[in-house]
């Protein structure tokens, strides 16, 4: 119990003290696009279920009006995926209320059982629509109220499912929670996770991509699962006691677990899973979601909760000093 | 010449060709209430007016109250289900039902919150209803159907409508019109559950309905645009309603119908439109609100008309708008004029005509479109420079032009072109054009300073010249007016009414002294026609003579009238140099419109007023055109609800719960209040509830109980009433709004001050008990005092029997004793007067041989001793005939008789003189009785002679004049008689024995010792009185009285100031 609710003090004033973007992806992050197939694709193509989850946060104290914007929510213009013809449908919902977040089903790595659990917000399904090629779509005004007030998380709670109901094609986009309904205006001390992340990695090599899981204090060990990753590049982990640890990644269309141990030092922090690609790949979508020791779920925060780790060697050596061993 | 006439110059005519720009002529008033004024969350989602008149907001974050001014906020601490209110609607009993975010249910009964479920749903509720069979019907966003039944049985249809959102439930008739975001489901629901009866619209997300007529409904969808409902007996169907301008495609959450067809439709993010619903079933919009042009926020999300017409838009993150709708608009410069002085006014079609100064504005109004001015035209100088005074249009593309001094121009609109079509050289005063109208023949008729001229619009030359000489009754016409019936009036000064129907017709004028000055006519929509005075307000004339006149104190702004007109409400309009009034004619109600109140403009135009083709009023000012905006005038029957805000006590707040267990929520007002006698000061505050214009709402109260009549109106929102004295009491306010109408049902408050406890029925009942039981209390111990006292009086009786019965025995001792003695005394005054009376004879005898002997005897000591013995004899002689005297006076019977003073005198003085008495003595009688004296005379003989013996005996030698003097006068029924001498008088020491028996004052008196001792004895028994005062050596006086027998002698005593026994 003590330590809950020092966890919940820790991520509180973490949250009350960075200013976080609300760009999914994140520039930090260095990811592309997130990525939504229909739901007649073929997994292999790099969306396991077909369906993505985020949940955005918004302090208590804001009061004005929030919006969802999407970029590119349609399927079929240039960003997308397009298999043979566009004929995918995605609908974006938004939802919050009571167990929008506190659900067990809302933070399953699955769209399984009431995984739309909570008020429908809103609601709009895409397709083929030329008009919202590279255009971003507002959802709203919302009322920051209408989310689920999670205290844990310091604010109220919404929830945005994109799933694609029809079609085989890979529905490439973008979120932003903004202040604004025509540009994005981050709204101040917010932020978004998930716990299971769809993406496409960049098609150039060397380009770095980094995803942040948060790292509590029940952490003993995590599992880090990646789909379909291709053996695309190499994934490795740093945090403030690793400094690249390498990460097992999984090849085409199957799962992979990665076990790794956690000190007491990562404990409260975020690990940088960082994703280096290193084969002329492209349109490579993979799928991420972490699981600690008991399998439960790791949130992964678009801006990392504390910063992007950085390794503290354990090692400090005197300059000038001579070990008596060597004379 | 005519090349001359014809103006070359065709001035700079400016085509101006806008496409669906509305302009910014003061558009409307927008009032905002946010976080500031005190609503409890600026996101509104629903907007309800409760019974009383105050607006319900729900928030995300409570429910606000607000009543015009201010807001007061409620929670679950005041009885709320949840703090997040999502839905509401009124009942048909006045009750109000809020919906919340998690399926809770709060109904306010106008007094009080109650929660009707914490989770009648487990989804927010949408929307609520209520059928014709008074059941309450709940659409939730994902949780099916609730039915409520009157007696609040809870029917829950969950699958009903699944997996699909609810936005709007209506009820009609059978019938649930449900709005669910995959299409429109018309549930039945005459059977216990309710079925689906038909499914519209499939696959759309229907977000409002709307009802437009009894069986038709405008349904509003998210991207489909608007549909039309119908629902009839034998079929349901809908269909697609055009719109010219383009909804489709736009999320439309806001379907509110207003008056006149007019339906408010919201997109959400673009604020709001209204849109007028045409006879051919299309929806023109005729005005758009949202930021750009005074919105604050262009997220309506809900959306209210109140029973006033007042527009209420809850915003989303921006509170409450209040959208007050001008029913004025002034254009000038900015919309195209060509100047602010608007002189001349009038419409064609739909083309409306202003003159500026000498230019002339012409724009194409759209229908339904009041603010759309971007099609027009502008024609400047077209009137060789004078200035305009009036324009017609009597076919299109042409304008007639009346000018101040240059006669009669006519305007080419197609190309621009004007030329000087009437101009008379030689009469100035035909060329001065006071105004110009035209019949239903199309002929012009022109008002001049010289008569009227008729022309036929295709001739300049004159058809008719009417002047005085031809029967008009001034030759200064200052205008024509034309009637339904096509007869001409013609408007002049200082004379009667005078219109022309084939021949001139005059009318006297209503004032005798004078007559009408006469500025303007116009007709009703009865047929009635109405005159415009300069100085005398308006008339009525219904054809015969003047049936009604109104003036500044019936409410008119001016008397001084410049222009006149009817609208199609049947309102009439005057126009003066200081405002307008609107004149309800119907109700006799006056609205004066000025610059003071907030009105557009000052200084109305001479005769400049139109109609254009939607029946709005436009009038020419000089600061600008201005234009009455009909359809946005909403008729107001009935004026607004007032509340009570608070009541105070002596000025001061006061917890009403110390009086009243029963409280209204709102504002706290105890019901069946009573109060003591002592907390009578009262001040009322209350609210006139207006959303648009709450600072023009007036008042008047009345304390029945207290004061007869209604106080006079006021603006002020409290009045107070200080010491009120005990009884029942009901406070009444009314308000009025600006126009004037005043609620016709009052609110009350009903209190009682109580009697003191001094004047309550208890504590007289309480003070009558005490003094009841107190003269019990009273009457009893009264009472035993009394048996006690009797009981005393009892004993004391019987010791005073005792007592009475000793005296009565003392008494009767007493009585025997003294019969005994007065018996004794009889036998002894009877023994002295036997033996008195008897003495006497052998007296005689003695005293007869003593003088005998005397005579015969020489011897000088025989002589000495016989002197002796007769001067013995003569004394016993005296005592016997005094004991006689005595014994006679105290038991003989009086003899009463009529008394002469004078003859017992008389008698007493030779009796006198039969005394050795001195030469010196005078002796002098003084009677002055003049009545009638009864008594007895030889009672009276006897006291006058003993007193009058002893008065002359007793003299004093050493006087020169020996008086005896003897007054007898009237006194009280009586006879006071004075016997004075200037004698030696008595000593002191020896005066109070001299009326004892046998005593002699000296050895030497050769009286009996009686004289005195009798005439005591005498005055007694007369019933007199006797006074004796005397001073040695000067003489003694004695005074006595003796009343006339007719007196009783008690009565006789009463009379007389000494007692009987005084003497000095």
């Known amino acids: 119990m003590q330590k809950k609710i020092i966890f919940l003090l820790v991520i509180a004033s973490i949250l009350n003290h960075n200013l976080f973007s609300q760009a999914v992806p994140s520039s930090e992050e260095n990811i592309p696009y997130l990525v939504t197939f229909g739901n007649?694709?073929?997994?292999?193509?790099?969306?396991?279920?077909?369906?993505?989850?985020?949940?955005?946060?918004?302090?208590?104290?804001?009061?004005?009006?929030?919006?969802?914007?999407?970029?590119?929510?349609?399927?079929?213009?240039?960003?997308?995926?397009?298999?043979?013809?566009?004929?995918?449908?995605?609908?974006?919902?938004?939802?919050?209320?009571?167990?929008?977040?506190?659900?067990?089903?809302?933070?399953?790595?699955?769209?399984?059982?009431?995984?739309?659990?909570?008020?429908?917000?809103?609601?709009?399904?895409?397709?083929?629509?030329?008009e919202y090629n590279e255009q971003w779509y507002t959802f709203g005004p919302f009322n920051p109220t209408e989310g689920e007030l999670v205290n844990e998380l310091g604010g109220y709670v919404i929830k945005v499912i994109i799933q694609g109901i029809s079609g085989n094609d890979g529905n490439l986009y973008k979120l932003f929670l903004s202040q604004e309904q025509n540009s994005n205006i981050k709204v101040e001390g917010a932020n978004s996770l998930t716990y299971e992340y769809t993406f496409r990695l960049n098609d150039k090599p060397g380009s770095i991509s980094h995803i942040y899981p948060f790292i509590n204090e029940d952490v003993v060990s995590i599992k880090i699962h990646t789909f379909d990753y291709d053996n695309d590049g190499i994934a490795r982990i740093i945090s403030v006691d690793k400094r690249y640890e390498p990460v097992q990644v999984s090849g085409d269309n199957e799962w992979m677990a990665s076990l790794h141990k956690i000190s007491d030092k990562e404990h409260r922090t975020s690990l940088d899973i960082q994703m280096i690609k290193t084969n002329p790949i492209n349109d490579n979508n993979i799928v991420f979601y972490i699981t600690n020791q008991y399998d439960k779920l790791l949130p992964f925060y678009t801006s990392p909760l504390g910063g992007a780790p950085k390794y503290k060697p354990t090692i400090g050596v005197k300059p000038g000093l001579k070990s008596t061993q060597q004379k | 010449m005519i090349r001359f006439l014809f103006i070359t110059f065709f001035g700079v005519f400016i085509f101006l060709f806008f496409t669906n720009s509305l302009l910014n002529a003061q558009q409307f008033n927008i009032k905002n209430y946010n976080i500031n004024e005190g609503i409890a969350q600026p996101y509104v989602y629903t907007i309800a007016q409760g019974k009383l008149g105050r607006l319900w907001v729900g928030t995300g974050d409570g429910l606000s109250s607000f009543d015009g001014v201010k807001f007061q906020n409620y929670s679950t601490k005041d009885g709320l289900a949840e703090n997040f209110v999502t839905s509401s609607f009124?009942?048909?009993?006045?009750?109000?039902?809020?919906?919340?975010?998690?399926?809770?249910?709060?109904?306010?009964?106008?007094?009080?919150?109650?929660?009707?479920?914490?989770?009648?749903?487990?989804?927010?509720?949408?929307?609520?209803?209520?059928?014709?069979?008074?059941?309450?019907?709940?659409?939730?966003?994902?949780?099916?159907?609730?039915?409520?039944?009157?007696?609040?049985?809870?029917?829950?249809?969950?699958?009903?409508?699944?997996?699909?959102?609810?936005?709007?439930?209506?009820?009609?008739?059978?019938?649930?019109?449900?709005?669910?975001?995959?299409g429109l489901?018309?549930?039945?629901?005459?059977?216990?559950?309710?079925?689906?009866?038909?499914?519209?619209?499939?696959?759309?997300?229907?977000?409002?309905?709307?009802?437009?007529?009894?069986?038709?409904?405008?349904?509003?969808?998210?991207?489909?645009?608007?549909?039309?409902?119908?629902?009839?007996?034998?079929?349901?169907?809908?269909?697609?309603?055009?719109?010219?301008?383009?909804?489709?495609?736009?999320?439309?959450?806001?379907?509110?119908?207003?008056?006149?067809?007019?339906?408010?439709?919201?997109?959400y993010g673009q604020g709001i439109s209204k849109f007028k619903y045409t006879p051919d079933q299309k929806l023109i919009k005729i005005a758009q609100y949202n930021t750009s042009n005074g919105l604050t926020n262009n997220y309506i999300k809900s959306f209210f008309i109140d029973k006033d017409g007042d527009v209420i838009?809850?915003?989303?993150?921006?509170?409450?708008?209040?959208?007050?709708?001008?029913?004025?608009?002034?254009?000038?410069?900015?919309?195209?004029?060509?100047?602010?002085?608007?002189?001349?006014?009038?419409?064609?079609?739909?083309?409306?005509?202003?003159?500026?100064?000498?230019?002339?504005?012409?724009f194409i109004l759209k229908k339904y479109k009041l603010n759309d001015l971007s099609e027009k035209s502008q024609y400047i100088n077209v009137v060789g420079g004078a200035k305009i005074t009036s324009i017609i249009s009597i076919e299109e593309d042409v304008l007639f032009i009346g000018t101040d001094n240059n006669g009669i121009w006519k305007l080419n609109l197609a190309n621009g072109a004007s030329e000087r079509w009437f101009y008379s050289p030689t009469n100035t005063l035909a060329n001065k054009i006071n105004h110009l109208n035209k019949d239903k023949k199309n002929q012009l008729w022109v008002a001049t300073e010289d008569g009227?001229?008729?022309?036929?619009?295709?001739?300049?030359?004159?058809?008719?010249?009417?002047?005085?000489?031809?029967?008009?009754?001034?030759?200064?016409?200052?205008?024509?007016?034309?009637?339904?019936?096509?007869?001409?009036?013609?408007?002049?000064?200082?004379?009667?009414?005078?219109?022309?129907?084939?021949k001139i017709n005059t009318f006297p004028s209503p004032n005798e002294s004078s007559g009408l000055e006469i500025n303007a006519f116009t007709e009703d929509r009865k047929g009635n026609i109405w005159i415009g005075t300069y100085g005398q307000g308006i008339y009525k004339f219904d054809g015969k003579k003047v049936v009604k006149k109104y003036n500044q104190s019936n409410g008119l702004g001016s008397n001084y009238c410049y222009l006149i007109n009817c609208d199609k409400n049947n309102n009439l309009w005057v126009g003066h140099k200081n405002g307008l009034t609107k004149c309800d004619i119907n109700n006799e109600n006056f609205v004066f419109y000025q610059k003071k109140d907030d009105f557009l403009v000052d200084e109305i135009i001479n005769n400049a007023s139109t109609e254009d083709f939607d029946g709005n009023l436009w009038f020419g000012s000089s600061e600008g055109l201005l234009r009455y905006n009909l359809n946005v005038d909403k008729p107001k029957k009935t004026g607004p609800s007032v509340i009570i805000t608070s009541i105070e006590l002596y000025f001061q707040k006061v917890d009403w719960k110390k009086y009243s267990n029963q409280l209204y929520t709102l504002a706290q007002i105890p019901l069946n209040l009573e109060l003591p006698y002592d907390k009578n000061h009262f001040t009322f505050h209350v609210r006139g509830i207006s959303f648009s214009e709450p600072d023009k709402i007036k008042y008047k109260y009345k304390l029945e109980g207290f004061q007869k009549d209604w106080s006079l109106e006021t603006k002020e929102d409290f009045v107070t009433y200080p010491n009120i004295p005990?009884?029942?009491?009901?406070?009444?306010?009314?308000?009025?709004?600006?126009?004037?109408?005043?609620?016709?049902?009052?609110?009350?408050?009903?209190?009682?001050?109580?009697?003191?406890?001094?004047?309550?029925?208890?504590?007289?009942?309480?003070?009558?008990?005490?003094?009841?039981?107190?003269?019990?209390?009273?009457?009893?111990?009264?009472?035993?005092?009394?048996?006690?006292?009797?009981?005393?009086?009892?004993?004391?009786?019987?010791?005073?029997?005792?007592?009475?019965?000793?005296r009565k025995r003392a008494e009767?001792?007493?009585?025997?004793?003294?019969?005994?003695?007065?018996?004794?005394?009889?036998?002894?005054?009877?023994?002295?007067?036997?033996?008195?009376?008897?003495?006497?004879?052998?007296?005689?005898?003695?005293?007869?041989?003593?003088?005998?002997?005397?005579?015969?005897?020489?011897?000088?000591?025989?002589?000495?001793?016989?002197?002796?013995?007769?001067?013995?004899?003569?004394?016993?002689?005296?005592?016997?005939?005094?004991?006689?005297?005595?014994?006679?006076?105290?038991?003989?019977?009086?003899?009463?008789?009529?008394?002469?003073?004078?003859?017992?005198?008389?008698?007493?003085?030779?009796?006198?003189?039969?005394?050795?008495?001195?030469?010196?003595?005078?002796?002098?009688?003084?009677?002055?009785?003049?009545?009638?004296?009864?008594?007895?005379?030889?009672a009276l003989y006897s006291v006058l002679l003993n007193l009058l013996d002893n008065a002359v005996r007793y003299y004093n030698n050493d006087k020169t004049d020996i008086l005896v003097i003897v007054d007898i006068a009237d006194y009280k029924n009586g006879v006071l008689i004075m016997i004075s001498d200037n004698g030696i008088g008595i000593p002191t020491e020896i005066k109070s024995r001299v009326f004892d028996m046998f005593f002699r004052g000296t050895d030497q008196s050769k009286g009996s010792g009686l004289g005195l001792y009798l005439v005591k004895k005498i005055v007694n028994r007369l019933g007199?009185?006797?006074?004796?005062?005397?001073?040695?050596?000067?003489?003694?006086q004695i005074e006595l009285f003796i009343p006339s027998y007719n007196e009783s002698i008690e009565d006789a005593h009463e009379k007389i100031n000494y007692p009987i026994t005084s003497m000095e």
């Not at chain 2, 309480?766 to 005092?785: M, S």
Request: glycine letters at 6%; proline letters at 3%; aromatic letters at 12%.
């Open chain 2, 726 to 806: 005990p009884g029942k009491y009901i406070f009444k306010v009314v308000a009025a709004n600006k126009e004037g109408i005043w609620q016709e049902v009052p609110m009350q408050f009903e209190f009682i001050i109580l009697n003191p406890f001094w004047k309550t029925w208890w504590f007289y009942l309480i003070t009558f008990l005490f003094v009841l039981l107190l003269f019990v209390l009273i009457l009893k111990f009264r009472t035993r005092a009394l048996e006690r006292e009797q009981k005393i009086l009892q004993e004391e009786k019987i010791k005073l029997l005792a007592e009475i019965t000793d």
């Open chain 2, 313 to 362: 838009m809850g915003t989303f993150g921006n509170g409450i708008e209040v959208l007050i709708d001008p029913i004025f608009t002034l254009y000038g410069k900015k919309e195209g004029l060509l100047s602010a002085n608007a002189n001349a006014v009038t419409s064609y079609g739909n083309a409306l005509f202003i003159a500026n100064d000498n230019s002339v504005v012409k």
């Open chain 2, 1024 to 1036: 007199g009185k006797i006074k004796l005062t005397s001073l040695p050596k000067q003489g003694t």
């Open chain 2, 812 to 938: 009767r001792k007493l009585k025997e004793s003294e019969d005994r003695l007065k018996e004794t005394n009889k036998e002894l005054n009877t023994f002295i007067y036997r033996a008195s009376h008897d003495l006497k004879g052998p007296l005689s005898t003695v005293k007869g041989l003593t003088n005998l002997g005397q005579m015969e005897i020489k011897d000088e000591a025989s002589l000495k001793y016989f002197g002796l013995i007769s001067d013995r004899i003569n004394r016993l002689d005296f005592i016997l005939k005094d004991l006689i005297n005595i014994v006679e006076i105290t038991e003989v019977v009086l003899q009463i008789e009529a008394i002469n003073f004078n003859e017992i005198l008389a008698e007493i003085k030779e009796e006198i003189h039969k005394i050795e008495l001195p030469k010196a003595l005078r002796l002098r009688f003084n009677i002055e009785y003049k009545n009638l004296f009864m008594g007895d005379k030889r």
């Open chain 2, 185 to 267: 489901k018309i549930l039945e629901n005459k059977t216990l559950k309710p079925t689906i009866q038909k499914s519209l619209l499939d696959y759309i997300s229907i977000t409002n309905i709307a009802p437009l007529s009894t069986d038709k409904f405008l349904i509003a969808t998210q991207d489909e645009g608007i549909f039309q409902l119908n629902i009839s007996k034998d079929s349901i169907y809908t269909e697609e309603i055009y719109s010219e301008s383009s909804i489709k495609g736009l999320d439309i959450n806001i379907l509110f119908p207003d008056f006149d067809n007019i339906f408010w439709i919201g997109t």
């Open chain 2, 90 to 182: 009124r009942d048909i009993d006045g009750n109000i039902w809020f919906g919340h975010y998690e399926g809770g249910l709060t109904i306010y009964d106008n007094n009080k919150f109650k929660v009707f479920s914490k989770s009648i749903a487990q989804s927010p509720i949408s929307s609520i209803c209520q059928d014709d069979y008074k059941n309450i019907w709940i659409g939730t966003k994902s949780d099916g159907i609730v039915k409520i039944n009157p007696s609040s049985k809870i029917d829950h249809y969950k699958d009903l409508i699944s997996n699909t959102s609810i936005n709007k439930i209506h009820a009609y008739q059978h019938y649930l019109i449900v709005a669910t975001t995959d």
């Open chain 1, 40 to 130: 007649n694709s073929k997994t292999s193509w790099g969306d396991d279920d077909f369906a993505q989850t985020f949940f955005f946060i918004i302090p208590k104290d804001m009061k004005k009006p929030i919006f969802l914007r999407v970029f590119d929510p349609e399927t079929g213009g240039t960003i997308d995926e397009i298999k043979e013809l566009p004929d995918t449908k995605t609908t974006i919902s938004i939802y919050g209320g009571q167990g929008a977040y506190t659900h067990l089903d809302a933070q399953k790595e699955q769209p399984i059982g009431n995984f739309k659990s909570g008020i429908e917000l809103a609601k709009k399904t895409f397709s083929n629509q030329p």
């Open chain 2, 452 to 502: 009227v001229f008729l022309f036929n619009s295709s001739s300049s030359k004159p058809i008719n010249h009417l002047t005085m000489e031809s029967g008009l009754l001034h030759n200064n016409i200052f205008s024509v007016f034309i009637d339904s019936r096509n007869t001409a009036w013609f408007a002049t000064h200082g004379s009667g009414i005078s219109n022309y129907n084939n």
